[in-house]
């Protein structure tokens, strides 16, 4: 069972801002652990989209952001384009579990 | 630029053994971790072991009396075996380059290798 709660679903018409929540506890996320964010389109592996606080791998644009703060992470989506419509999955580490933990996923859905 | 092609059998039968390979290309496995990461309907993204190139372990406590994982550096490669496999191990199976502690992300990940275990 994934061990970060994400909503199951975000949507937004195109050219707004969405956010989505990815919420641990003190031995994951409230550990300090970095956490990163997945992307994964229909029918495609998960593809790292972000990696500790902002880091962005080639070809990721800005219209990524994440933020951080006490046992939970977000991740925002500006200026949202039809082809942002995937799954997004946040992912870190649980030092009780010694173990790396998912985000149970979000479906972003541009209306 | 590395990449990650998986391989191995996607239908089996309650009871038996599932085997994964991963093979390696464009890049070294020294200081990286090597995971296998699973995707269930009921569970979502599932991580399941990693191994580093000195044949280095650790397990998903989910996971750990039924897994074994290895490495060939020689042949570039590492593999998953699950035993005992039930209705509930269906899913998708990737294999995925991590790193070391708790800092770590996975990236790239393997095409991903479709599991039905059924009767």
């Known amino acids: 069972q994934s061990v970060l709660t994400q909503p199951p679903s975000v949507s937004g018409a195109p050219g707004q801002r969405v956010t989505i929540s990815c919420t641990g506890t003190s031995s994951n996320i409230g550990a300090r652990f970095d956490v990163h964010w997945y992307q994964q389109l229909p029918g495609a592996a998960p593809k790292l989209l972000i990696y500790g606080i902002n880091n962005r791998p080639s070809g990721v644009p800005d219209r990524f952001s994440v933020s951080k703060s006490g046992t939970s992470a977000s991740l925002s989506i500006t200026g949202l384009q039809t082809e942002d419509e995937a799954d997004y999955y946040c992912?870190?580490?649980?030092?009780?579990?010694?173990?790396?933990?998912f985000g149970t996923g979000t479906k972003v859905t541009v209306l | 630029q590395v990449h990650l092609q998986q391989w191995g059998a996607g239908l089996l039968k309650p009871s038996e053994t599932l085997s994964l390979t991963c093979g390696v290309s464009g890049g070294s496995f020294v200081g990286y971790y090597w995971s296998w990461i699973r995707q269930s309907p009921g569970k979502g993204l599932e991580w399941i072991a990693e191994i580093n190139q000195s044949g280095s372990t650790n397990y998903s406590p989910t996971f750990r009396s039924r897994v074994v994982v290895s490495i060939d550096t020689s042949k570039s490669q590492y593999s998953l075996w699950l035993n005992s496999v039930t209705a509930a191990d269906t899913g998708v199976y990737y294999c995925?380059?991590?790193?070391?502690?708790?800092?770590?992300?996975?990236?790239?990940w393997g095409q991903g290798t479709p599991v039905t275990v059924s009767a």
């Open positions: 995925a380059r991590g790193g070391s502690g708790g800092h770590s992300w996975f990236d790239p």
């Open positions: 992912q870190s580490y649980d030092r009780s579990l010694s173990g790396h933990v």
